[in-house]
């Protein structure tokens, strides 16, 4: 299975630029998922690689192949980029049995009669089909359809699959189910697989390395571990799981160091954060402070949380159970709130005073 | 189906395979044909199908010639309407018939589609059914079966009355105003129901749902939230079926002029027709007065909803919760549709049976039963011409209806060609035309170029008149069943493998097959119906069964008359059979 590069590759609708210029490539039997907001591009992207939609500028390679290339005026037409592609709706012809669906890409191939139904008899049975050949395509539940979608997308093996939310038409726990399954098919198959969701959780869950998208450019690319664990921009940061963004009045980076307050009740507390912390331009204002609320630490007041650590006296503002873990609200002044994520420990009643313990290393700072 | 945890299933064999080679580069790609390339033959076929006429029409209203031959240069024709005061009877007839014909039209049309998509009203199904019935029945035979039942001389309901109660004064007399609006409005409520059904079907219930649940009552509901949010919709079908009545030909023919009412159509016919010579300049001037007008109407129009365009909505899936009536309104409605019923289809159609059995029209006693007319109708060359050139014709032209409209309805909802919306407009600029305009136009233009392209008399430009005619509808059904076909069906096509010749051959064509018959079916009934455009444009052997219609009734046979329009009753039956099946098989 091939890799895949997008070099420069841009899209314009007049004057509105839905993805600015962007590099991107998956390897070889990789799982590369675009994730953002909804609007943010991600479906053009995709769209462009198939060919459904005519870049502005840029290049797409497959291999060591070219099918698009603006200065060299290369457009090789949809159906003879060979890609494999589930779309949102499934797109399953409703005039056509499942057998006929799954066999159009091999027939388009003029593949022999014989081989096809041996092929599609095959690839059902790999997405767990087999038997509902014959049945009618309008008859079939949304994860039927689904399945249908990936053995159509699969049973010519394509050099690469294109996914576009293939899993948002479905209910929660299906989703679940198949998020699984499509991984499993993925990495058995050993596909390169370009996978399109704004599920932040279906693309940590699903990917090798995941592409974050916003506004039509990308922030980040990276492993889930890397995207999660080092957000680079404010926007990733903020986007991936629950955070706890604090605004950030001035900062003083002289010496390397970011030096700057936090306001607590009582006074304030200095907080001193090497360069490694400290992500972005390097503005002296509008800065801001993000930490994960299962990396905040919590006991009474008082108690002390180990070195390397910040320590914020608090009050309990709020308590919510959620079956493996307590989630906290901790005022540690008049507008400030951190959440914070405490599994197993005493419990806190709400309106008792606690200190928090922050970890240097776990503050990131995006100025 | 096994499920994750059990996992018996493994990668098929052939995965290990190689691959099967790509598509071949399709012709149609490697010739760089671009579906834009039927965008730019579109614009020409439509430009020389309806602009064409329309300018070599215009342009002659200024010459002096006849087709075939323009003449000089004159002014003349115009100035006979415009320095006389003769356009102002026909302008003032044409206008009050056109509204009347749209206040009745409309009362019972949205009264009637209300109560079918929105109410409990008995029978509905039944009622959606066949209200529309009429509008596939051509006026010209209602109209005929009409005249015999309430003419002023020999109309059989006088002469019952005479016969029965003494009565000598004629008790009814369909000859003109009365008869003339009623027998129109018939036909009107028919259209305008097929027209609005859609929009109450499809309308979110929650509005009216919410505006009662505040304490609104239901009818209240009905006014302040129903009719209003339609507004738009009705507007744009009144003031299509408004136009319309400034150039009905066939009713005014019948009714009209026998009581000494005439509307352009019938002025520009008749100086045709009943001129020696014939008045090309007088009838062309009028042609092209007449069309200012509904333009200087459509521009008022365009204003007031800021062009947006109409288009026929077809129901979407949902079902709208439906108001419960009280029992005495729901038979009342049910009573106005079984007699609008009666009047616009039994009462017309059953004469016309009966008048097929018997010699002579008006003697109906059971010893002069016969079936001589069946019989003398397939002897019959006109009739059997009629026959055979109608349902040429009309499958010619619906069949060009629907690949002209399917791709322009796929260029306008697919692509964001610029043509698009010329494309779409020229498709539905005929809809201002009269038939007896087109007609003329039509006459004018393919009279005018040399052999080969000269069409006059020809078969073919009858043809090009259906299809004219039948595009505006045509393409407007075609449209929406395109609207209904969602992208990603055909771009999955192409990304796995169909080149766009291939997607048109295994997915647009059979998604678009009911789409297709549909249309097929209404351009086909338009075309059959239509008199206006054969009636100037035949010469012997191309006449329609329309036009033999006619002719009997000028000479008074009404017996072959009466087979001749069972004989096209039946043909429109078997369509709407035809249209039924495929839907059914489809649901
Ligand atoms: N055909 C189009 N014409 C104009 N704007 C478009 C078109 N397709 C997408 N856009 C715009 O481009 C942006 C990106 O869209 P899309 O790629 O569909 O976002 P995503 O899939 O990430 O939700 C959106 O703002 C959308 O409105
Ligand atoms: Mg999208």
Redesign the interface.
């Known amino acids: 299975m091939p890799e895949i590069n997008l070099v420069g590759l841009t899209k314009k609708f007049g004057a509105f630029t839905a993805v600015h210029p962007s590099d991107l490539s998956a390897q070889n039997g990789e799982m590369l998922t675009l994730l953002g907001p909804s609007g943010c591009g991600k479906t053009t992207t995709l769209r462009m690689v ?3 939609e005519q870049p502005t500028a840029g290049s797409i390679r497959i291999g060591a192949r070219t099918i698009y290339d603006s200065s060299q005026d290369i457009d090789v ?9 589930v ?3 499934y ?1 399953i ?3 056509m049995t499942v057998a006929e669906n799954v066999a ?3 027939r ?4 022999p009669k014989a081989q096809i139904t ?2 599609v008899r ?2 059902l ?2 997405v ?3 038997g509902f050949e014959e049945k009618s395509a309008t008859k079939l539940s949304g994860g039927q359809q689904q399945r249908v979608a990936l053995a ?2 699969l049973v ?4 690469i699959l ?1 996914l576009d939310e293939p899993l948002s038409n479905l209910d929660a726990k299906l989703r679940e ?1 198949m998020r ?2 499509l991984r ?1 098919m993925q990495q ?2 050993g596909l390169t697989a370009l996978f399109v969701t704004h599920d932040q959780e279906e693309a940590l869950t699903l990917s090798d390395r995941l592409v974050v998208m916003n506004q039509g450019r990308i922030e980040q690319i990276g492993t889930p571990e890397d995207i999660y664990e080092r957000p680079a921009t404010r926007f990733v940061a903020e986007f991936i799981g629950k955070g706890n963004m604090i605004e950030i009045a001035s900062v003083d980076r002289a010496g390397g160091d970011a030096r700057f307050d936090l306001p607590t009740f009582d006074s304030a507390v200095c907080i001193a954060l090497p360069a490694k912390n400290v992500r972005g331009a390097g503005l002296q204002q509008n800065a801001c402070l993000f930490i994960r609320p299962e990396k905040i630490m919590m006991g009474a007041d008082g108690e002390r949380g180990g070195q390397n650590a910040i320590h914020l006296p608090g009050r309990v503002s709020g308590r919510a159970y959620s079956g493996d873990h307590h989630e906290y609200l901790v005022a540690v002044n008049s507008q400030t709130s951190l959440k914070v994520k405490v599994a197993g420990g005493p419990r806190h009643e709400v309106d008792s005073k606690v200190t928090l313990a922050i970890p240097h290393s776990e503050m990131v700072l995006y100025a | ?4 945890g059990q ?1 018996v ?7 290990d395979t190689s ?8 012709w149609v ?1 490697r010739l760089g044909l671009k579906p834009s390339f039927f965008a730019y033959l579109l614009a020409l076929l439509l430009a020389v199908l309806v602009l064409y006429p329309f300018l070599v029409l215009l342009v002659a209203s200024f010459f002096t010639g006849q087709p075939g031959r323009l003449g000089d240069f004159t002014l003349a024709s115009y100035e006979t309407w415009l320095q006389s005061w003769d356009l102002l009877p026909i302008l003032a007839n044409s206008v009050i018939f056109a509204t009347a014909r749209l206040a009745i039209g409309l009362s019972f049309a949205l009264l009637f589609a209300w109560a079918v998509a929105r109410t409990d009203v008995p029978f509905s199904r039944t009622m959606h059914w066949l209200i529309p019935v009429p509008f596939f029945i051509p006026d010209l035979l209602t109209g005929i079966s009409w005249l015999m039942l309430g003419n002023p001389q020999n109309g059989l309901i006088n002469i019952l009355a005479a016969d029965w109660f003494g009565i000598r004064e004629p008790v009814i007399n369909l000859h003109g105003w009365g008869g003339l609006i009623f027998h129109a409005s018939l036909g009107t409520i028919s259209f305008m129901y097929l027209m609005l059904v859609g929009f109450f079907q499809s309308m979110d219930a929650s509005y009216e749902e919410a505006a009662i649940t505040l304490g609104a009552n239901k009818y209240r509901a009905m006014f302040t939230i129903t009719f209003p949010m339609l507004t738009p919709a009705i507007m744009s079908v009144s003031m299509l079926v408004f136009i319309h009545g400034l150039e009905s030909f066939e009713n005014p023919l019948l009714f009209g002029n026998p009581g000494g009412v005439y509307l352009f159509s019938n002025e520009i016919y008749r100086m045709l027709a009943y001129r020696h010579p014939p008045q090309y300049g007088a009838a062309t001037a009028l042609s092209i007065l007449l069309i200012v007008t509904t333009f200087i109407l459509l521009a008022v129009q365009w204003r007031k909803v800021g062009g947006k365009q109409f288009t026929v909505v077809t129901g979407k899936g949902y079902r709208p919760g439906k108001l419960k009536l009280p029992k005495s309104l729901r038979w009342t409605i049910f009573g106005l549709f079984c007699v609008y019923f009666m009047l616009s289809v039994v009462i017309p159609v059953g004469q016309i049976i009966i008048n097929s059995f018997f010699p002579i029209f008006g003697f109906y006693s059971w010893d002069m039963l016969t079936l001589d007319n069946w019989r003398n109708v397939f002897r019959d060359q006109k009739a059997a011409n009629g026959l055979r050139n109608t349902i040429v014709f009309s499958a010619t032209a619906a069949a060009a209806v629907v690949v002209i409209g399917g791709l322009v309805g796929y260029i306008r909802v697919r692509t964001t060609h610029w043509l698009g919306r010329y494309l779409e407009l020229a498709a539905w600029a005929p809809w201002t035309l009269p038939g007896i305009v087109m007609g003329l136009a039509l006459l004018w233009a393919w009279a005018l170029p040399p052999y080969p392209f000269n069409l006059y008399g020809t078969a073919l430009v009858i043809i090009i008149g259906f299809i004219v005619k039948g595009l505006p509808l045509g393409t407007a059904t075609m449209q929406s069943s395109i609207h209904q076909i ?1 992208p ?2 055909d ?9 766009w010749l ?1 997607t048109v051959a ?2 647009w064509g ?2 678009l097959r009911r789409g297709g018959v549909a249309t097929f079916v209404i351009v086909f009934a338009i075309a059959a119906r239509d008199l206006t455009i054969p009636l100037l444009l035949y010469q012997g052997g191309t006449e329609t069964l329309t036009v033999a219609l006619l002719t009997y009734y000028e000479q008074g046979k009404l017996g072959v008359l009466a087979v001749i329009a069972l004989i096209q009753l039946l043909m429109v039956f078997c369509l709407l059979v035809l249209d039924r099946l495929v839907k059914g098989k489809d649901d």
């Not at chain 1, 388009?108 to 593949?111: A, E, I, K, N």
Request: with cysteine; charged share 25%.
């Open positions: 198939a060919g459904l037409p949809s159906e003879n980029r060979g890609l494999g592609m779309f949102q709706s797109a012809w409703p005039h159009y890409p091999l388009m191939r003029r593949v041996e092929k095959d690839v049975d790999l767990g089909m087999a159509r997308a010519f093996q394509p050099e294109l189910h699984f399954e499993m058995r198959v | 189906m096994s499920s994750v996992d299933r493994r990668v098929p064999r052939f995965f691959p099967p080679p790509h598509p071949p580069v399709s790609n969602s990603e069906l771009e999955c096509s192409r990304v796995h493998g169909g080149s291939k295994f997915i059979p998604l």
